[in-house]
C-alpha cells in the first residue's frame, strides 16, 4: 500500500482560513466589551466608535473596518486626559460619529462626535466635538450641547435632505421614576448648537408593555418616503433588553410603533445552539447599498448579563416586509449561523435574514413531543389537528397571526389566558390578542425546526399546550415548559383557495 503525505505549508492554510473568513462571518464580529456601537460609513470607511475608555484611559474607543466584520482599534474620541472640561472625567456613554455635510454640496463640512457624559454636577448631559477626519483628532465644543434636569442621554444625529440637522437624544427619566421621553431638537449648520429658537419635539415614549420604564438608543433612518425611528427597551443589564422601532411620514412625527420589538432574545439557556445571545439592543442601522441594510448592535453572552466578556457586537441584515415593517436577523432574534460578509454581497446578506414562518403559507402546528397532535381551531390540542394561514401579524410590525383556514376571518387568540378562534372585529385589542412574536423555539430544541410564539402585549408569556388546551404561560427555564411551548409548523401548502365552511 502506497501512503502520500501532503504537508500544508502555514501560509497556504493562512490563506484558505482567510479565503473563508471572506465569504462568510460567524457573530459576534468584536468579542469583547463594546457597548453601545454607533456605526457609520465614513471617508471611505465603516466607523464603530462605542461605550467607555479603552486599556489607555482614552474616552470612547474608535475602531475602522472596511466590511463590517474585521475591526481595528484605531484610538479614542478623548485621549487619556483630554475629556471635556465640563465632565466628571469618569462616565462616559453612548457615543456617535456623523459627517456633517457643506450646505448646498455633496461635500463634508467636519465630522461630530456627539456623547453623553455625567456633568460635574452629577447630571448626565450630551456633548459635541468635531474634527477634520472620522478618526480625530476632535475638539469639544466646551460645554453641553443637551442638558435636562432629569439628565439627557443616547444622542444620535439625522440630516435631512432639505439641509436641517437635527439632535435625537433621551431624557433620563426612569433614572428618578419618571416617563422616558425621545426627543428631537434642530441643531445649526454646523451641528455644534442648537438652533435659536428650536422647538423640542417628543418622538415617543415608554408606552408599551415589553418597553417597561425606558426607551432609549434612538436611531433614524429614512428608508423611501418613511422615517424609521429604531430604539432600545427595557434596562441594558437584562435579557428582556430588546430593539424595537416605530415610523412615520415625517421626521417631526406622529411615529407609530411595531407591536413587537423587531430584535429581542428573552428565553435564554447556555446550552441551546439557538441561543448563544441575550439582551440585545442599542444599534445602529446602516445602509449597504440599494434595499439591504444591517444592523450592528450589542449584546451578552448567553449566561453572562454582567460578566465577561461583556456586551459584545454582532451585525445582522434588515430586510423590510410586504407590510412595511422591518425583519431582522433570523426570525427577529440574534443569527449566529454563518453568514455572507455584508459588503462584499449585500443582497447574499440580505437573503440570510429569515423568518421562522412563511406569511401566506398553511401550516399544521404539531407539538415538539406528538406528531399527532396539533392545534385544532377550538384551542385544544388532539388529534390530526387543523391548518392555519400565517398572515401579517395583526398588530402590525413583525408579528404573525394565524387565521383558520377553514373559516375566513377567524384568528386565533388569548382571551382569560386561553387560546380560542374569534372574527377579527377590527379591535386595536383582537389586534394585539391575536398577534404573536414567532420565534426559533425556546431552551433550543434544532435550529428553526421548532418554534414559539410570545405574546405581542404579553411578551414576557409564552404559547404552550397543557392538559390538551393551548394557553398563555410566563417563561418558566424548565424541560418541561421547552417541550410544552415548543411547536412543529408542518407546512400543508400555499394559501391558494382554501374555501370558508
Given at each position: 500500500m502506497n501512503v502520500c503525505f501532503v504537508l500544508l505549508l502555514p501560509s497556504l492554510?493562512?490563506?484558505?482560513?482567510?479565503?473563508?473568513?471572506?465569504?462568510?462571518?460567524?457573530?459576534?464580529?468584536?468579542?469583547?466589551?463594546?457597548?453601545?456601537?454607533g456605526v457609520q460609513f465614513l471617508n471611505g470607511t465603516w466607523v464603530m466608535v462605542t461605550t467607555g475608555k479603552d486599556s489607555l484611559g482614552g474616552a470612547y474607543t474608535i475602531r475602522t473596518s472596511s466590511d463590517?466584520?474585521?475591526?481595528?482599534?484605531?484610538?479614542?474620541i478623548f485621549p487619556t486626559g483630554k475629556y471635556p472640561k465640563w465632565s466628571n472625567g469618569i462616565d462616559f456613554w453612548a457615543p456617535e460619529i456623523h459627517a456633517i455635510p457643506t450646505l448646498g454640496s455633496d461635500g463634508v463640512l467636519q465630522y461630530n462626535a456627539?456623547?453623553?457624559?455625567?456633568?460635574?454636577?452629577?447630571?448626565?448631559?450630551?456633548?459635541?466635538?468635531?474634527?477634520?477626519?472620522?478618526?480625530?483628532?476632535?475638539?469639544?465644543?466646551?460645554?453641553?450641547?443637551i442638558e435636562d434636569p432629569v439628565g439627557a442621554i443616547d444622542a444620535t444625529f439625522f440630516a435631512h435632505e432639505n439641509g436641517q440637522l437635527f439632535v435625537i437624544w433621551k431624557t433620563d427619566g426612569?433614572?428618578?421614576?419618571?416617563?422616558?421621553?425621545?426627543?428631537?431638537?434642530?441643531?445649526t449648520a454646523?451641528?455644534?448648537?442648537?438652533?435659536?429658537?428650536?422647538?423640542?419635539?417628543?418622538?415617543?415614549?415608554?408606552?408599551?408593555?415589553?418597553?417597561g420604564p425606558i426607551v432609549e438608543a434612538p436611531w433614524i433612518i429614512k428608508v423611501n418616503s418613511?422615517?424609521?425611528?429604531?430604539?432600545?427597551?427595557?434596562?441594558?443589564?437584562?435579557?428582556?433588553?430588546?430593539?424595537g422601532v416605530a415610523k412615520s411620514q415625517s421626521i417631526y412625527g406622529p411615529y407609530v410603533k411595531a407591536c413587537a420589538p423587531v430584535m429581542s432574545q428573552y428565553a435564554t439557556?447556555?446550552?441551546s445552539e439557538t441561543r448563544s445571545f441575550a439582551g440585545p439592543g442599542h444599534c445602529s442601522v446602516v445602509s449597504l447599498g440599494g434595499s439591504s441594510y444591517a444592523m450592528v448592535y450589542h449584546a451578552w453572552r448567553t449566561g453572562h448579563i454582567t460578566k465577561a466578556p461583556g456586551r459584545n457586537v454582532l451585525v445582522d441584515p434588515v430586510v423590510f416586509g410586504s407590510d412595511g415593517w422591518p425583519r431582522v436577523g433570523t426570525c427577529n432574534t440574534p443569527s449566529n449561523r454563518a453568514q455572507p460578509i455584508p459588503t462584499t454581497n449585500p443582497t447574499a446578506f440580505s437573503g440570510a435574514s429569515s423568518a421562522c414562518l412563511q406569511v401566506g403559507s398553511a401550516y399544521r402546528m404539531e407539538t415538539s413531543q406528538w406528531e399527532n397532535h396539533a392545534w385544532n381551531n377550538d384551542g385544544t390540542i388532539n388529534g390530526d389537528g387543523?391548518?392555519?394561514?400565517?398572515?401579517?401579524?395583526?398588530?402590525?410590525?413583525?408579528?404573525?397571526?394565524?387565521?383558520?383556514?377553514?373559516?375566513?376571518?377567524?384568528f386565533l387568540r388569548h382571551k382569560n389566558g386561553f387560546l380560542e378562534l374569534d372574527v377579527d372585529n377590527s379591535s386595536a385589542l383582537f389586534a394585539y390578542d391575536s398577534s404573536f412574536m414567532a420565534r426559533p423555539g425556546v431552551l433550543g430544541g434544532e435550529k428553526q425546526a421548532l418554534v414559539s410564539f410570545r405574546s405581542t402585549n404579553y411578551p414576557q408569556n409564552y404559547l404552550r399546550h397543557e392538559n390538551g388546551r393551548l394557553q398563555l404561560s410566563a417563561f418558566q427555564n424548565t424541560l418541561q415548559f421547552a417541550q410544552d411551548a415548543r411547536f412543529r409548523p408542518r407546512l400543508h401548502s400555499q394559501d391558494s383557495g382554501f374555501t370558508q365552511e
Open positions: 492554510v493562512s490563506a484558505h482560513l482567510t479565503g473563508l473568513r471572506n465569504q462568510s462571518f460567524e457573530n459576534p464580529v468584536v468579542p469583547v466589551d463594546a457597548p453601545d456601537p463590517l466584520v474585521d475591526w481595528k482599534i484605531t484610538g479614542a456627539y456623547f453623553t457624559a455625567r456633568t460635574k454636577a452629577g447630571v448626565m448631559a450630551i456633548g459635541v466635538a468635531s474634527a477634520p477626519m472620522p478618526t480625530g483628532p476632535f475638539q469639544d465644543s466646551g460645554s453641553p450641547l426612569n433614572s428618578q421614576g419618571k416617563t422616558c421621553v425621545i426627543r428631537m431638537q434642530e441643531l454646523n451641528g455644534l448648537a442648537v438652533k435659536t429658537g428650536a422647538n423640542v419635539t417628543d418622538l415617543i415614549t415608554n408606552d408599551r408593555a415589553w418597553e418613511t422615517y424609521f425611528l429604531f430604539y432600545s427597551g427595557r434596562g441594558y443589564a437584562s435579557s428582556n433588553y430588546a430593539v439557556d447556555p446550552s387543523d391548518h392555519f394561514v400565517v398572515r401579517e401579524g395583526n398588530c402590525g410590525g413583525g408579528a404573525v397571526s394565524f387565521e383558520s383556514a377553514s373559516f375566513r376571518g377567524y
